[in-house]
């Protein structure tokens, strides 16, 4: 099965994409333009793209990293996230940025556990009656793992002696 490397190269802004595809390149290019988190999803008419080099799939990824480092198309100055398929791992930069996106309270779970959480739900120990904001709240007030006591209610088994279940209360 022959392989395409394809390079796009954004009319305005000249930001470049280099791709592999093993599917015909108008289906390929179809699902980039379709799929919101694709580096094309600007818009087919927003690109010119050419097809470079058709052979052998070990090839072409020796020849999209070629075209890659060329270009020079990893983000922040392309349009590439990552190196291809010979490397899956995101560069340096690319993990700085995530990470960035999605550290302390940009992160939509930062300061929502247990209780704080619109989505967990109240559990009473049996036991006790004790009532804890969450599963997990009372996993840790047992010193178990924190999964434990709602495996527990599913299955009704027992965490360190105690048997747990949901109030009817949900947090929200």
Not at 23 to 52: C, I, M, Y
Not at 90 to 113: M, V
Not at 151 to 172: A, D, K, L, M, P
Request: glycine fraction near 8%; hydrophobic fraction near 35%; charged fraction near 25%.
């Amino acid at each position: 099965m022959n392989t395409i490397v394809y390079v796009a190269k954004h009319k305005i802004t000249g930001s470049t994409y280099v791709g592999v595809t093993s599917q015909p390149l108008k289906k390929r290019l179809a699902v980039h333009w379709a799929t919101e988190r694709s580096p094309l999803f600007k818009g087919k008419d927003s690109f010119l793209v050419n097809e470079v080099y058709c052979g052998e799939l070990r090839e072409c990824l020796i020849i999209e990293d070629a075209l890659i480092e060329y270009y020079d198309c990893l983000w922040p100055s392309g349009l590439n996230k990552m190196t291809s398929g010979v490397n899956k791992h995101h560069n340096n930069q690319t993990k700085l940025k995530y990470r960035a996106q999605r550290t302390g309270i940009k992160n939509p779970a930062f300061g929502r556990r247990g209780k704080l959480n619109p989505l967990s739900k109240e559990v009473v120990c049996i036991d006790t009656g004790a009532i804890f904001g969450s599963a997990q709240e009372a996993a840790r007030y047992l010193g178990a793992h924190p999964k434990a006591v709602s495996r527990s209610i599913n299955n009704n088994w027992r965490v360190r002696g105690h048997r747990f279940q949901y109030t009817e209360r949900r947090r929200i």
